[in-house]
């Protein structure tokens, strides 16, 4: 039996006909064709499925898509305006923080939902607001340098960390 | 209750996140092709109740529930009711008048980001504080519900010693009554609870620790954790102390992970009361806390490591409960802080 629902995606309504069981994850992918956010464990483990349900940071696999209705989604594509990338995203290409990019659109959610809750991070901060995420390539490195440039440049107006330290290719 | 032979059967603490304000000891109903899903949204606490007196379970944040159904431990139910959006569930407020310290009434929706960030739980209930802190991930504590981790009755669950050592209430909302539950009679067995399938947890109370001219009050929860995140309680200890003039005149001591069930150990407690709370009377108290460990072993542990390790977990708790309650900053959460020690 289907439930109706309105899922507000990045800002965009549309109306669905659900299974109840089916999970926001799927729904995103199969049935509204954002292909961003990613399956990785299926088991709320790895964060490769993060969203943001009215700004909470949210593992998709692990949440009923019929329990969105009337809520605001933003997946890594509404992360992004036409301008182009965010600070975010351009910070993690300078430092490398994406190698295969797998865990990324996890990964850039998870941090925006830390600098909306906490603007200027601690490291040690950073890396409690990404533990939900799993990287198999970085070693984490770019990306927690990738955030705390971000967190940086909120504080002083402008980036620091020019080197980049940018991980193999 | 003593442990069972079967280790997966016994304690397995594996979920610890709560999500589900329903009855865990509700029937598993099993979602086969030829029973429809079906989904309500319940606006109010009747509706929600209708919905469960027709078999349907409710569902919070999701995060026990839908995971659980996917780990097989139990199929997700055929009919679920919606229970996110209860403004009755939510919020954390005063027992008693406004100021007049009387305790809390915390809305089962609570999230513990909400808990760990709440103003008067880190001040008063610290112990509850250190332990929503480190639930899970970011993730799991913004849609996490306290009311969902009570009823997932996890003997691993964090916030769990810490709300037995406040002597918290379960407040069950059923088609008749509405009755409160200490925890430590709705706790039962491992994912097992005493609360009826059509009953509803709507909020936890918990009273006001004990104060007054002179009186000092602490509290704490500590875990052993390989990582300080995502992870699950090895072994837990929460201890909630009170000192006058230097002596212990009331003390509060729970175990996790550590049994089928949380629960206080009365040998510890009493053996502090009268005491100056210092180092030997510690070590004695959580040795005692120690000795009632019934632990089995599991992916995280072995059961001879989860004994042994007892007594440390349990004298970190106590230490930190007595430092706070002599004014000593010890910084949330304890676990992270009092590593090492």
């Given at each position: 039996?289907?439930?109706?629902?309105?899922?507000t995606?990045?800002?965009?309504?549309?109306?669905?006909?659900?299974?109840p069981?089916?999970?926001?994850?799927?729904?995103?992918r199969e049935?509204?064709?954002?292909?961003g956010?990613?399956?990785?464990c299926?088991?709320?483990?790895?964060?490769?499925?993060?969203?943001?349900i009215?700004?909470?940071?949210?593992?998709?696999?692990?949440?009923?898509?019929v329990?969105?209705?009337g809520?605001?989604?933003?997946?890594v594509?509404?992360l992004?305006?036409?301008?182009g990338p965010?600070?975010?995203?351009?910070?993690?290409?300078?430092?490398?923080?994406?190698?295969?990019?797998?865990?990324?659109?996890?990964?850039?959610?998870?941090?925006?939902?830390?600098?909306?809750?906490?603007?200027?991070p601690?490291?040690?901060?950073?890396?409690?607001?990404?533990?939900g995420?799993?990287?198999?390539?970085?070693?984490?490195?770019?990306?927690?340098?990738?955030?705390a440039?971000?967190?940086?440049?909120s504080?002083?107006?402008?980036?620091?960390?020019?080197?980049?330290?940018?991980?193999?290719? | 209750?003593?442990a069972?032979?079967?280790?997966t059967?016994?304690?397995?603490?594996?979920?610890?996140?709560?999500?589900?304000?329903g009855a865990?000891t509700?029937p598993a109903?099993?979602?086969t092709?030829?029973?429809p899903?079906?989904?309500?949204?319940?606006?109010?606490?009747?509706?929600?109740l209708?919905?469960?007196?027709?078999?349907?379970r409710?569902?919070?944040?999701?995060?026990?529930?839908?995971?659980?159904?996917?780990?097989?431990?139990a199929?997700?139910p055929?009919?679920?009711?919606?229970?996110?959006?209860?403004a009755?569930?939510?919020?954390?407020?005063?027992?008693?008048?406004?100021?007049?310290?009387?305790?809390?009434?915390?809305?089962?929706?609570v999230?513990?980001?909400?808990?760990?960030?709440?103003?008067?739980?880190?001040?008063?209930?610290?112990?509850?504080?250190?332990?929503?802190?480190?639930?899970?991930?970011?993730?799991t504590?913004?849609?996490?519900?306290?009311?969902?981790?009570?009823?997932?009755?996890?003997?691993a669950?964090?916030?769990?010693?810490?709300?037995?050592?406040?002597?918290?209430?379960?407040?069950?909302?059923g088609p008749?009554?509405?009755?409160?539950?200490?925890?430590?009679?709705?706790?039962?067995?491992?994912?097992?609870?005493?609360?009826a399938?059509?009953?509803?947890l709507v909020?936890v109370?918990?009273?006001?620790p004990?104060?007054g001219?002179?009186?000092?009050?602490?509290?704490?929860y500590?875990?052993?954790?390989?990582?300080?995140?995502?992870?699950?309680?090895?072994?837990?200890?929460a201890?909630v102390?009170?000192?006058?003039?230097?002596?212990?005149?009331?003390a509060r001591v729970?175990?996790?992970?550590?049994?089928?069930?949380?629960h206080?150990?009365?040998?510890?407690?009493?053996s502090?009361?009268?005491t100056?709370?210092?180092a030997a009377?510690?070590?004695?108290?959580?040795q005692?806390?120690?000795e009632?460990?019934?632990?089995?072993?599991?992916?995280?542990?072995?059961?001879?490591y989860?004994?042994?390790?007892?007594?440390?977990?349990?004298?970190?708790?106590?230490v930190?409960?007595i430092?706070?309650?002599?004014?000593?900053?010890?910084?949330?959460?304890?676990?992270?802080?009092?590593?090492?020690s």
């Amino acid at each position: 039996m289907t439930h109706p629902v309105t899922l507000t995606i990045n800002g965009v309504a549309q109306a669905l006909e659900l299974d109840p069981h089916r999970s926001l994850l799927t729904v995103l992918r199969e049935d509204v064709g954002l292909t961003g956010t990613k399956e990785g464990c299926d088991d709320s483990e790895c964060g490769a499925c993060m969203v943001l349900i009215d700004g909470r940071p949210t593992n998709s696999c692990s949440y009923l898509a019929v329990q969105a209705d009337g809520a605001e989604v933003t997946t890594v594509e509404g992360l992004s305006g036409a301008a182009g990338p965010t600070a975010l995203q351009a910070a993690f290409l300078q430092h490398g923080g994406v190698q295969c990019g797998f865990c990324t659109p996890g990964m850039l959610v998870s941090a925006t939902a830390l600098l909306e809750r906490v603007p200027q991070p601690a490291i040690d901060e950073i890396r409690i607001g990404l533990s939900g995420n799993l990287c198999r390539c970085t070693g984490y490195d770019g990306i927690v340098r990738a955030v705390a440039q971000v967190a940086a440049g909120s504080q002083a107006g402008g980036a620091e960390d020019g080197d980049g330290g940018t991980a193999p290719a | 209750m003593t442990a069972t032979a079967d280790p997966t059967k016994a304690a397995d603490p594996v979920a610890t996140t709560g999500s589900t304000t329903g009855a865990a000891t509700a029937p598993a109903v099993p979602a086969t092709a030829a029973q429809p899903h079906t989904y309500v949204l319940a606006g109010t606490v009747e509706e929600a109740l209708a919905a469960m007196a027709g078999g349907a379970r409710p569902v919070a944040g999701g995060t026990d529930l839908v995971v659980g159904a996917r780990h097989g431990k139990a199929p997700l139910p055929a009919s679920l009711v919606g229970v996110h959006q209860l403004a009755e569930l939510r919020g954390v407020h005063p027992l008693g008048p406004p100021g007049a310290g009387d305790g809390l009434r915390v809305g089962a929706l609570v999230t513990h980001a909400e808990l760990a960030g709440h103003a008067d739980v880190l001040a008063r209930w610290t112990g509850l504080a250190d332990a929503a802190a480190i639930v899970g991930s970011p993730a799991t504590r913004a849609n996490g519900t306290l009311g969902g981790n009570v009823m997932n009755a996890s003997p691993a669950m964090d916030t769990g010693a810490p709300l037995l050592c406040h002597d918290a209430l379960a407040v069950l909302h059923g088609p008749r009554q509405v009755r409160r539950v200490p925890l430590g009679e709705l706790w039962t067995a491992p994912g097992r609870v005493s609360a009826a399938p059509d009953e509803l947890l709507v909020a936890v109370e918990i009273p006001e620790p004990l104060h007054g001219e002179g009186v000092a009050t602490g509290s704490a929860y500590v875990r052993l954790q390989y990582r300080r995140q995502m992870e699950i309680a090895i072994v837990g200890a929460a201890a909630v102390v009170s000192l006058v003039s230097g002596q212990v005149v009331r003390a509060r001591v729970a175990i996790t992970a550590l049994a089928p069930t949380i629960h206080r150990v009365p040998a510890a407690e009493e053996s502090l009361v009268g005491t100056d709370g210092g180092a030997a009377a510690i070590r004695a108290a959580a040795q005692l806390a120690a000795e009632a460990a019934r632990p089995i072993s599991d992916v995280r542990g072995s059961a001879a490591y989860r004994r042994a390790m007892a007594a440390v977990v349990a004298r970190r708790a106590l230490v930190t409960a007595i430092t706070r309650a002599g004014g000593g900053g010890v910084p949330v959460p304890a676990s992270d802080t009092t590593f090492g020690s």
